[in-house]
Nanobody
Framework: QVQLVESGGGLVQAGGSLRLSCAASGRAFNRYVMGWFRQAPGKEREFVAS????????DYADAVKGRVTISRDNAKNTGYLQMNSLKFEDTAVYYC???????????????????WGQGTQVTVSS
């Protein structure tokens, strides 16, 4: 049982940076694998990044690898997505997600995640 709230989105020029935050309510935040997904208008939801319970393992989509860093601070019940060198193609609503599913370190599959935030808009101007 966890509620997720994203923040940090906004309008940024191409080449700029944003840090998205995902604040989680409830205890035992470190029992949840975290993920970030995005959805552009008229497009399917796509995987961005995932991080293991301890933060030791991460996974990134090829489209963002090298430009994005996922992290978490379990003491603050918060996950982060640092985005650098932003491109127009990064424009989307970004969602954080969490799952308590056992036996996984990270996951690219949206169906695995039990809890989702409301999303935060990221708009990159060209």
């Amino acid at each position: 049982q966890v509620q997720l709230v994203e923040s940090g989105g906004g309008l940024v020029q191409a080449g700029g940076s944003l840090r998205l935050s995902c604040a989680a309510s409830g205890r035992a935040f470190n029992r949840y694998v975290m993920g970030w997904f995005r959805q552009a208008p008229g497009k399917e939801r796509e995987f961005v990044a995932s991080i293991s319970r301890s933060g030791a393992s991460t996974d990134y989509a090829d489209a963002v690898k090298g430009r994005v860093t996922i992290s978490r601070d379990n003491a603050k019940n918060t996950g982060y997505l640092q985005m650098n060198s932003l491109k127009f193609e990064d424009t989307a609503v970004y969602y954080c997600a969490a799952t308590s599913t056992s036996g996984i370190l990270t996951s690219r599959a949206g169906a695995v995640y039990d809890y989702w935030g409301q999303g935060t808009q990221v708009t990159v101007s060209s």
